[in-house]
């Protein structure tokens, strides 16, 4: 049976929570891209979340929650996490944290790990939704394993609409990029993954962060760092010179040098966030079997850059 489609209203609403809470399988809207979400205290809810996805099971997943002060029950939260949390929640960052010893959240979601990783997102429907279901919600990005993560509804219709109960839809995810992954469970804290919340915001906050995270191509250094990610069907190509035969190009900045099949701007005045925004949705656009490959201008490595280059790099990265 394809997916219910549930619009944002609050009746639509109640029935998504109420799809959750029977251990339904739903995607919704947060404010990164669309999560896959399933009751996270449910083994079952979750086990269905990694069928869906087709996505390997030492890969932990996100456990979502309606307000920061919920967490004190799943985690051990220091001073310092209940900083962070108060300063970036509701918001596009996600927490490892360890877990407590009566934690409820399924331990397929921390993939044999002591942590869950959890955040509180920003976007109104998820909200709603995660307040109606009123228990942590176990959310990866709503895409096959591998593939590019959706940033609009439509992107999770056409690639797992006949193995979900609904996609409720919420419009285009305003920022586009997945949260920033940090670990907290240890001494110092560490970037597993570059996204929403920038690591300059974070050093601000939190002094210096070690990076563990390894080039795209060498063997990944925490659970779900794999290399090869986010992966069009098409060749990606990062440092470009000249175009080459049949390639599309994804443009930033400045004019592309001449010769591409065609052009898709990700932001023409050169605007990371707009970038950010428009990067999953022009990957998909230009993933067409009549290009020969996808080409892409340098992007800056800073603030929302970061995020960006880890996604293309990993969508570039060989492919298992
Ligand atoms: P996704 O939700 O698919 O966009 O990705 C979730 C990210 O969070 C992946 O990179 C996971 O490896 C990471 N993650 C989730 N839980 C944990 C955890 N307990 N420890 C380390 N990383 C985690
Ligand atoms: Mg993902």
């Given amino acids: 049976m394809p997916a219910r489609a549930l619009s944002s209203s609050s009746a639509d609403i109640a029935e998504a929570a109420r799809l959750l809470r029977r251990g339904e399988v739903i995607a919704f809207p947060t404010e990164t891209v669309y999560g896959l979400g399933g009751d996270a205290t449910n083994d079952r809810a979750v086990a269905a979340i990694f069928a869906a996805k087709g996505r390997p099971r030492f890969n932990p997943l996100i456990s979502h929650l309606a307000a920061p002060e919920a967490a ?11 900083g962070v949390a108060r300063r970036f929640w509701p918001g596009p960052l996600t927490l490892v944290l360890r877990r407590r010893a009566d934690c409820p959240i399924s331990l397929l979601a921390s993939a044999g790990l002591d942590t869950v990783a959890l955040r509180v997102p920003a976007h109104p429907v998820a909200q709603a939704l995660l307040a109606a279901a009123d228990r942590p919600i176990a959310a990866p990005s709503a895409n096959r394993s591998g593939r590019i993560s959706p940033t609009a509804a439509e992107h999770v219709a056409s690639e797992l609409g006949d193995r979900i109960a609904a996609i409720v839809d919420g419009g285009a995810a305003a920022i586009g990029v997945e949260s920033t992954v940090l670990d907290l469970s240890g001494e110092r804290p560490l970037l597993l993954r570059p996204g929403g919340v920038t690591v300059e915001a974070l050093t601000a906050s939190l002094g210096p962060i070690d990076e563990p995270r390894s080039e795209a191509g060498v ?58 925004a428009n990067l999953f949705a022009a990957l998909r656009a230009l993933d067409r079997p009549d290009f020969s490959g996808i080409a892409v201008m340098p992007i800056p490595e800073r603030g929302l850059g970061r995020a960006i280059n880890d996604r293309l790099r990993r969508a570039a990265a060989p492919r298992p």
Avoid at 72 to 82: G, H, Q, T, V
Wanted: glycine share 10%; aromatic share 6%.
């Fill in 219 to 276: 063997a990944p250094r925490a659970p779900g760092m794999l290399a090869s990610h986010y992966a069009p069907n098409l060749p990606l190509r990062l440092e470009i010179g000249e175009a080459l035969p049949g390639e599309a190009v994804l443009a930033f900045g400045g004019d592309p040098p001449p010769g591409f099949a065609e052009i898709r701007w990700l932001s023409r005045s050169g605007d990371l966030a707009e970038a950010a």
């Fill in 72 to 82: 004190a029950d799943l985690a051990l939260l220091d001073e310092r996490s209940r």
